[in-house]
């Protein structure tokens, strides 16, 4: 592959076009002038902030198909050679997209810009379990911090992206901003109705640190001790966490839909109280009409369901 910058490549491109212009007809000169700008993006909830926030400005192709798990997705050769092709590469960062990261690196290596998005949004750390002390990738649970995000977005998409309207990024990223910003508002009314004493979540595993901060919220353990579903708990830890929700009376466990229930179901057999298992879409969109296809239904399903969970009698 070549090193040069993205931008040197469309220019050798353009010199191209315009011998394949003079020279009309002969053969292997087709299908290249239609390129359209591409922003490559490796997780499908920052796709969707990033296609609010281009529109038609440019392409924008979502490398992690919808129900997969950020953690474990995996790119084929085709798509590692988009993301070095890419004129910008939008990604989560501190560690999430595990297998995909190792591209990301190589194609910043090449000279293509790239944006973590996660570093941007002052990060917080894990402050339990194996993985205390480490940053937390998780941010989009706060909407605050995606409405920060989305403005981080448009800059870098107006100032790497050749082709596209910077007026228009920056008025899409602000409508839509204001867009994340009243779903913020409405997730606090909404989690305002619950007793703080049933403000107990316990989850997968820990995903949902940025949302217990912003809402106050107390992460009281998780099935799997680790910020990644790439873990598996031990006997020992199913035990110990058994007896805290006994002792902390929780109510519910919060299971992602993409994920088997399998542990959470065993967990509520361990434990002595009646404990509901709640799904969550909480690391994946979903495809059309499954119920979180768009960042702003996956928060408003997942508000919902933790304001019943948490808020029943």
Known sequence: MTSSHPRLRRRALGALLLVCALLAGLAGCSGTADRRPTVVVTTNILGDLTRQVVGGQAEVKVLMKPNADPHSFGVSAAEAAQIEGADLVVYNGLGLEENVLRHVRAAKEAGVPTLA??????PVTYRSDETAGEPDPHFW???????????IIGKHVARHVDGVDKG???????????????????????????PPQRRKLVTNHHVFGYLARRFDFQIVGTVIPSGTTLASPSAADMKALATTIDKAGVKAI??????????????????????SVIPLFSESLTEKGKGAATYLQMMRFNTEAIARGLGKS
């Open 141 to 151: 649970t706060d909407p605050y911090r995606v409405r920060k995000a989305v403005g």
């Open 117 to 122: 998005v996660a570093d941007a949004v002052h």
């Open 254 to 275: 919060f299971a992602d839909s993409s994920q088997p229930e399998r542990l959470a179901r065993a967990l509520k057999r361990e434990s002595k109280v009646e404990v």
């Open 168 to 194: 228009t990024v920056k008025a899409r990223a602000a409508a839509y901003g204001k867009k994340v910003g009243q779903l913020a508002a409405w997730m606090k009314r909404r989690f305002d109705t619950i």
